[in-house]
């Protein structure tokens, strides 16, 4: 069972290696085969039934890692605007370090849309930033503010810095972690 697991973790980085250096385009099973060193396709087809199967479990993966490098962060902040501040850095920082990732969320998502599964992940990111900023105005951290409204916001800006990221190289990562946790932090403080 590990060999198996193994095998189709490779085949999976091999698809998103591709894509980041390629394009989606380029991502067909004959060059995942090649980029990974297999000997056939079938080894593919063996793990994924499809293409679009394929390119649903490499965004996935992206989200995993992508929430693990984040929730230590998150928990460790110990106020509300603190979490606030550790999920958007730790959100940019991830993607900044693996730029491989981000281009490859951008363009799988550009060819296949949202999948349910990543409408399932951004639901909950959503309401985990929900519950911080109600928890926030119930300490007193935050003013009087919607919740999901400021939870979609923050999605979105980052969302709109990782498609930025993607297709503007040089674009300082850093920088746009800065500016967003200012822009929301002047926000959300109490009035």
Known sequence: MQVTSGRRSQIVEAMIEVIASEGVRAASFARIREHAGL?????????????A??????????????????????????????????????NIEFLAERPDYAVAAVEILSAIGTPADEDAAADTAEQLLTRLFADGQLAGEMRTLDAALYASAVRAAIDRAVTRFARTPG???????DELVELFDRAVRPE
Request: hydrophobic content about 40%.
């Open 53 to 90: 199967e394929l390119l649903g479990a490499a965004l996935t993966r992206i989200i995993e890692l992508a929430s693990e490098r984040m929730s230590p962060r998150i928990a460790a902040a110990t106020t509300s605007r603190g979490r606030l501040e550790a999920y958007i850095r730790s």
């Open 171 to 177: 674009l300082d990562l850093h920088r746009c972690a």
């Open 39 to 51: 000997s056939s396709t079938r080894l593919i087809s063996y793990h994924f039934d499809s293409r």
